[in-house]
């Protein structure tokens, strides 16, 4: 079968977005693939973070993953920087990556800003370590929404040039796995901007800890428009759209169809069932979740015997890769 990769980073809660933007996809992929997945503390700590806080995000991370439906029985669960290989084959791939390819990405300009002659080379360079992370699984594939792609590119550029210069094939080049409809999910207060982690508003996004009332209480204060009825157009109504692409994405309903059962509806009900459903869905996660968080050593055993798999495909991969380069 073919590799799969992906990875989720450990700061702040795991919201909607994470779940069905990933997490959900993940749990189908690993019935048809190869799985690895991975919670990329590394990538976590290019921008300052709190340690202790840090620490229990990385196994509150691993412990959603199950929650969601990553079976461990199926697919490898791991900490980022319990395997060496990461960020030793990055410093490899550090020194054949041009410096022009990096100063292309866009992410960097973004969460540098205009303070990026104080930005650490971590948040820079962080790319190459991206690309370390699939080429070290020979991973087929990878999924991806619009704002990683171009660190796909990067990755598929790495690999092929790497490959070229050394006129070996040791990486496979990695192609990106086209996500669902609603693999981008838009902030509840502005339906133009991702939902994030990072969105100062606690109602921009809904946690997968969220309780049922405050679930319902986000969706009541959701952005909606002064447009009579409920539509899909995402140019003009983004927030209506994207409450729309969730719903379905929740429960595997079609676009059309969706919109046709709520074509009667007004906004205060539209809201009052999507509360319910969404209530169901993240609650069941949530429970699972709560259960699965008291117990930390099971949780411990699951991250180890997932470190011991990649960390055996790791090394194999970089004492190939050590050879080719002649160290």
């Not at 999507?274 to 949530?286: D, H, N, T």
Request: proline content about 4%.
């Amino acid at each position: 079968m073919q590799t799969v990769f992906s990875g989720v980073q450990p700061t702040g809660n795991l919201h909607l977005g994470n779940y069905l933007g990933a997490i959900k996809n993940w749990v189908q992929l690993q019935e048809q693939y190869n799985c690895i997945f991975c919670v990329v503390d590394l990538h976590a700590i290019t921008v300052p973070q709190n340690p202790s806080e840090l620490q229990e995000s990385i196994i509150n991370t691993a412990a959603m993953y199950i929650a969601c439906g990553v079976d461990p029985a199926k697919s490898i669960i791991f900490q980022q920087s319990s395997v060496s290989g990461h960020a030793e084959l990055a410093w490899l791939l550090n020194c054949n990556t041009p410096m022009g390819w990096l100063n292309r990405m866009t992410q960097f300009k973004d969460k540098a800003g205009k303070n990026k002659e104080k930005a650490p080379l971590g948040l820079y360079a962080y790319p190459v370590l991206m690309a370390a992370d699939i080429l070290l699984y020979g991973t087929n594939l990878v999924p991806v929404g619009d704002d990683q792609k171009q660190h796909l590119e990067l990755a598929r550029d790495i690999a092929t040039s790497f490959n070229h210069h050394y006129n070996n094939d040791i990486f496979t080049v990695p192609e990106p796995l086209i996500q669902g409809a609603a693999a981008r999910v838009m902030s509840l207060k502005n339906g133009t901007n991702k939902m994030s982690k990072s969105d100062p508003s606690e109602y921009s996004r809904i946690n997968l800890t969220d309780s049922d009332d405050e679930i319902i209480t986000k969706l009541k204060k959701a952005k909606t428009d002064a447009i009579e009825g409920i539509t899909y157009d995402e140019q003009n109504r983004p927030e209506v759209s994207n409450l729309i692409n969730i719903y379905c994405a929740l429960t595997d309903t079609k676009k059309d169809d969706a919109v046709a059962y709520f074509a009667d509806y007004n906004f205060a009900k539209f809201k009052t069932e999507l509360g319910e459903v969404f209530s169901q869905k993240i609650g069941a996660i949530r429970n699972e979740y709560l259960k699965i968080t008291q117990d930390k050593g099971e949780l411990l055993k699951v991250l180890n015997n997932g470190q011991q798999q990649a960390n055996e495909l790791a090394q194999a991969k970089l004492k190939k890769v050590k050879q080719v380069i002649g160290l």
